[in-house]
């Protein structure tokens, strides 16, 4: 439902509901963001079990306190290079949206950074890239000094497909 004034979802502009507290973590040389309440906690590295027949950034599925969860590799989604997990690489726990309401998926980073604030006026729209490509899952460009955080939309970074598959191996 789209509300007068409401430019997140009038799709209008970008409005004040990317401004606020994202946790920043890192990928290769990038630094992206995840809005905080988003976030349920960060554990460090922990074994997985492997689910048979799944993409190659589902790494499988964890045992937090007796809750099963799915864990996927950040890197992999995103198409980048596969890397050896060290001392600062860690897994949020995230919320998002499901088919059947909310569910709770790790995911891997190379390093968490800090929680930043981040202002509507530092938030730039995601550049078109003149093709056509998948954005919808970036809610926007931060900018932070000289760099440039890419803000992401977690319930929109896995597809329908990739949260059914999910749900099934949780």
Same mark, same amino acid.
């Not at 970008?14 to 990928?27: A, D, N, S």
């Not at 963001?33 to 460090?44: H, T």
């Not at 492997?50 to 995103?78: A, M, S, Y």
């Given at each position: 439902?789209?509300?007068?004034?409401?430019?997140?979802?009038?799709?209008?502009?970008?409005?004040?509901?990317?401004?606020?507290?994202?946790?920043?973590?890192?990928?290769?040389?990038?630094?992206?963001?995840?809005?905080?309440?988003?976030?349920?906690?960060?554990?460090?590295?922990?074994?997985?079990?492997?689910?048979?027949?799944?993409?190659?950034?589902?790494?499988?599925?964890?045992?937090?306190?007796?809750?099963?969860?799915?864990?996927?590799?950040?890197?992999?989604?995103?198409?980048?290079?596969?890397?050896?997990?060290?001392?600062?690489?860690?897994?949020?726990?995230?919320?998002?949206?499901? @088919? !059947?309401? #909310?569910? =709770?998926? /790790? &995911?891997?980073? $190379?390093?968490?950074?800090?929680?930043?604030?981040? +202002?509507?006026?530092? @938030? !730039?729209? #995601?550049? =078109?890239? /003149? &093709?056509?490509? $998948?954005?919808?899952?970036?809610?926007?460009?931060? +900018?932070?000094?000289?760099?440039?955080?890419?803000?992401?939309?977690?319930?929109?970074?896995?597809?329908?497909?990739?949260?059914?598959?999910?749900?099934?191996?949780?």
């Amino acid at each position: 439902m789209t509300r007068p004034g409401n430019t997140e979802l009038d799709g209008q502009g970008l409005g004040g509901m990317k401004e606020g507290k994202y946790l920043t973590f890192h990928l290769a040389e990038e630094e992206f963001g995840i809005g905080i309440l988003k976030v349920k906690e960060i554990i460090g590295m922990m074994p997985f079990t492997p689910i048979p027949r799944t993409p190659e950034f589902v790494k499988g599925v964890i045992n937090l306190r007796g809750k099963v969860i799915p864990v996927i590799d950040l890197r992999l989604k995103f198409g980048m290079d596969s890397i050896p997990y060290d001392d600062r690489t860690c897994i949020v726990v995230a919320q998002v949206r499901a @088919v !059947e309401g #909310t569910t =709770s998926i /790790g &995911i891997v980073v $190379d390093a968490v950074n800090e929680v930043a604030n981040v +202002k509507a006026e530092d @938030v !730039e729209p #995601t550049p =078109s890239f /003149g &093709i056509s490509l $998948d954005t919808a899952y970036i809610l926007g460009m931060a +900018k932070s000094g000289e760099a440039v955080r890419i803000l992401l939309d977690i319930d929109r970074v896995l597809g329908e497909d990739d949260m059914a598959l999910l749900s099934q191996a949780a």
